[in-house]
């Protein structure tokens, strides 16, 4: 018995180890955008928030937050909108390819992104169309989709039957029980997959590069545009900023996801 | 709309609401992803121009520089063991948090589950980025050893194979481990007991019922993190150094600086071959339907 003990406590110390290892480096940009020194450089040489204040002034950092937000928007919404239709279909459907069609729909997750943005460069290239905003958003709507459709699904699938079986027994017809019954219980999944969807879009770094149309960027582009080009101290405030705010996000999804999920209302079983 | 109001119950039924509801989603992938493929494979085929334009005339000599040039060999071996050494770290690494998780009581258990997927949610370059303050030459690792004494020199722990294959290892490590995860969540615990009622010792039990029953997740994790350290571009770029160049660089290099689109196009298409080879392996060996099952916290 010590000796299960022994190991438990091993194994407790070493999954202590490896979340540090994955979480607190992000933790050292932040100490790094307080800085003084603009190098970036320990031991830290004294406090500032002037890295911060920098920020709004950059107007190429404005752009390319403007530019950012728009693309996550019009491609988490695109995604999440035909992401849910198609989760529903293969959740409530009993038809024939069904598995094919689910995997179809879920693999692309495993196509690395350099693939992904040389591919449909091409696809445009071919057909004899520009690099536009356009070809971002439908690049960005198929990185996402596979998320949506996942989260989703397993979320529709852990929705017992029996409740939508009553409503239909009680006369209510297929959009009714959808909308009255389905919906509201998948709504924590379809939020937290438009909000993973968005951050997804707004991350993206390696195939929005093939895409970008000229003099456009992104901020995780114009962040390694940051390192490779120059020394600019703003580069651990804006990182940091975007840390905290990808933080933000996810913790708002899981609190948007226990106040709407059913448990929370008191029907705990 | 009427129609599937009224014979819902019938197998089959709604077959038609169900491919409209799916139509956009098929289509998406079907037109951003398949037809990129495609087009990949045409480009790979067609001929560039002394003066760089691609003209659509069959040859192989795309390929055929690919296969006999043994710079790409080289690049894809090297690159190769890269993603070998990454897999390898994030499975012995990631399996004991993964099993660990799966130890603890619902409520510890679901915020490590959070705490997991906490990483897949902040931007991947700044993920990569944040071990340039840690371990430059003024870094927090080199300043801490200097500052007690233990070295003279500050180590190069920077842009090099060891910072590459670190970054790699940060970033796909919380993939494994969930996968792992998901795999162990098929075990049924009383299956466990009944090898330990019948004298497994825990380590016997281990072996004979939790790892056969468990490994799906940690062959879907595997393949994951290679394909994904295959194709990682990002890495490389931000914590490698001269000599730490990989495949997916090669490809980004191809396309943009030297604007050879059909080299460019079959380097890329190796990368499909290795993801197709990898699916139909682990379909033979675990099924494709254990593939992207739900975690539950």
Known sequence: ?269 | MAAAASGFRAPGDGGGLAWSLLFPALCCVAAFVIVPVISLGLYSFWERLPTGAVQQVFTLANWRELFGDSYYAGMLGKTLKLATAVTLVCALVGYGPAYYITLLPPRRRAVLVTLLFLPSWISYVVRSMSWLPILGKEGLFNSILLGVGLVREPLPLLYNEFSVVLGMVQFLLPLMIVNIYIGLQAVDRKLVDAARTLGATDAQAFFAVTFPIAWPGLAAGCLLTFILAMGAYITPQILGGPGTSYYANLVFETFVAQQDWPLGAALSLVIIFFLIAGLVLYGRLAGLSTMFREVRR
């Open chain 1, 1 to 269: 018995m010590t000796r299960r003990n022994l190991f438990h406590q091993f194994l407790g110390a070493l999954t202590l180890l490896v979340f540090l290892f994955m979480l607190a480096p992000a933790l050292v940009v932040v100490v790094q955008a307080f800085n003084e020194s603009p190098a970036g450089n320990f031991p830290i040489s004294g406090l500032t928030l002037r890295w911060f204040a920098a920020l709004p002034e950059d107007p190429a950092i404005v752009g390319a937050l403007h530019t950012s937000l728009a693309l996550a928007a019009w491609s988490s919404v695109l995604a999440t909108l035909a992401g849910t239709a198609a989760a529903y279909a293969l959740a409530r459907f009993p038809f024939r390819g069904r598995d094919q069609v689910q995997l179809f729909l879920t693999v692309p997750i495993l196509v690395p992104h350099i693939v992904l943005g040389v591919g449909l460069l091409l696809a445009f290239r071919m057909l004899g169309l520009p690099k536009s905003f356009t070809l971002l958003v439908v690049g960005h709507v198929a990185i996402a989709l596979p998320y949506v459709v996942l989260t989703t699904l397993h979320r529709l699938q852990a929705i017992p039957t029996q409740i939508e079986d009553a409503a239909r027994t009680l006369g209510a017809n297929r959009l009714q029980v959808f909308t009255a019954i389905t919906l509201p219980l998948a709504l924590p999944a379809i939020l937290t997959s438009l909000l993973f969807a968005f951050m997804t879009s707004f991350d993206e770094v390696t195939a929005t590069l093939f895409w970008l149309p000229p003099n456009t960027e992104t901020i995780p582009t114009h962040i390694m545009a940051m390192l490779q080009f120059s020394t600019d101290p703003k580069i651990h405030s804006l990182s940091s900023l975007l840390i905290l705010g990808s933080v933000g996000v996810a913790v708002m999804a899981l609190l948007a996801a226990r106040a709407l999920s059913p448990d929370a209302r008191g029907s705990r079983r």
